[in-house]
């Protein structure tokens, strides 16, 4: 079934996509506009809700966590093997997404996104003003991955701490980290053409937040 762009605009008029790379606060983002806007957060793998639907043959990336031998083949893949599985996650789960949003927006409600969507998709679906693009420098996103307090990323570390060798199997996820915020990662996202902010040192959570508010029009 084919449903026409403009009808999928119209649909998410409401909803506000923020993508980009690691530990540039994407996640925060989105929880924070949907307190302060009484809007529905849709934080990473919002799509887990069609989980139990996948199968390793059409989603066989999404499916990854059920064939694998174990935690230590996840850690120790090759940055190469790390990195085309993100790629085959974002894709697989894009439609997903889209799935989870028509759902969504139902009511009136604001929606912010923290998606996998691909920019050209966004391009399709939304407006500039409801899409926005939060960068985190390579030597930031991969040595600060592990100093977020969320579940996922500390299960990984407990389990890169069991390996026969942590240090190794540190070094090994640190360039798997690398190459999937690599700086041709980086430079597609910062020349997409969509509105983008860069974290730093310097940066903010309001400070963000009100580059957020001004470019979605949120006032």
Same mark, same amino acid.
């Not at 064939?67 to 894009?94: H, L």
């Not at 199997?169 to 990662?185: F, G």
């Not at 597609?188 to 400070?207: H, K, L």
């Given at each position: ?136 420098? /390579? ?13 996922? *990323? /500390? ?23 690398? *190459? ?40």
């Amino acid at each position: 079934m084919y449903i026409p762009n403009n009808i999928i605009k119209s649909m998410f008029k409401n909803v506000y996509f923020i993508t980009g790379t690691a530990y540039a606060g994407k996640s925060t983002a989105v929880k924070l506009l949907a307190e302060r806007y009484d809007g529905i957060c849709c934080g990473e793998n919002f799509h887990d809700i069609f989980m139990k639907h996948i199968d390793k043959e059409h989603q066989p990336n999404l499916s990854y966590f059920d064939t694998m031998n174990d935690w230590q083949e996840f850690i120790n893949r090759t940055p190469v093997e790390y990195s085309n599985w993100i790629d085959g996650c974002s894709k697989e789960a894009e439609s997903l997404e889209i799935i989870r949003l028509f759902q969504l927006v139902a009511g009136d409600k604001k929606v912010f996104v923290d998606t996998n969507i691909s920019l050209q998709t966004l391009q399709d679906i939304s407006y500039y003003q409801h899409i926005a693009v939060m960068l985190c420098p /390579q030597s930031m996103s991969v040595d600060r991955f592990f100093d977020r307090s969320d579940p996922e *990323k /500390q299960f990984i570390l407990e389990q890169i701490n069991k390996s026969d060798n942590p240090e190794k199997s540190m070094e090994n996820y640190r360039k798997c980290l690398a *190459k999937i915020n690599s700086k041709e990662v980086y430079e597609r996202y910062a020349n997409s053409g969509f509105y983008t902010i860069v974290r730093d040192d310097n940066s903010t959570i309001e400070n963000t937040l009100q580059k957020l508010i001004e470019h979605f029009g949120l006032k």
